[in-house]
T-cell receptor
């Protein structure tokens, strides 16, 4: 298995632009998590899905952030409009039947200038 | 809501020194506990986890952690560190009421050769 695949690995964008981050979970995993990592805040859970349904989005910072999971093999995290304070590494993780076996992707490093 | 506190933000040790990284969590109910490691430029990987049973948990690469329920602690230990252990270490907790994992802010470990 190729693991959790995230794209792009790096994204540099100008303030105000729309940014879309993508994640392909491990086949068969029924949970998908989006985290954001910054020096100041560490790893924050943004949102997670179970069987493609959003379960908890209380960590999504603002309405500028949205996430979708149209099918079991794909999820997106969108920021519109982006701001410099959104600069961070965004990780996607997937698991089977809950938290016992999280597998993380390699992350997307987002820089908003 | 559960939270995780890691006492040391940055630890520097010489090779062969013993390691103990502190972790405390706040949640009154049943918890599952984890330690993850992030090597420079890589994604998070699971070191070890505690769900139930023996409170002394052994993980990969010679790491172990002890769950002390009365102290709400789950400290990570290794008797003799190697230069290759240089990484960031994250303690994490999951309550049995939901499926999300909450991470501490991490401890950067730097091993001097």
């Amino acid at each position: 298995d190729a693991g959790v695949i995230q794209s792009p690995r790096h994204e540099v964008t100008e303030m105000g632009q729309e940014v879309t981050l993508r994640c392909k979970p491990i086949s068969g995993h029924d949970y998908l998590f989006w985290y954001r990592q910054t020096m100041m805040r560490g790893l924050e859970l943004l949102i997670y899905f179970n069987n493609n349904v959003p379960i908890d989005d209380s960590g999504m910072p603002e309405d500028r952030f949205s996430a979708k999971m149209p099918n079991a093999s794909f999820s997106t995290l969108k920021i519109q409009p982006s701001e410099p304070r959104d600069s961070a590494v965004y990780f996607c993780a997937s698991s089977f039947q809950g938290p016992s076996g999280y597998t993380f992707g390699s992350g997307t490093r987002l820089t908003v200038v | 809501a559960q939270s995780v506190s890691q006492h040391n933000h940055h630890v520097i040790l010489s090779e062969a020194a013993s390691l103990e990284l502190g972790c405390n969590y706040s949640y009154g109910g049943t918890v599952n506990l984890f330690w993850y490691v992030q090597y420079p430029g890589q994604h998070l990987q699971l070191l070890l986890k505690y769900f139930s049973g023996d409170p002394l948990v052994k993980g990969i690469k010679g790491f172990e952690a002890e769950f002390i329920k009365s102290k709400f602690s789950f400290n990570l230990r290794k008797p003799s560190v190697q230069w290759s252990d240089t990484a960031e270490y994250f303690c994490a907790v999951n309550s049995n009421r939901d499926d999300k994992i909450i991470f501490g802010k991490g401890t950067r470990l730097h091993i001097l050769p």
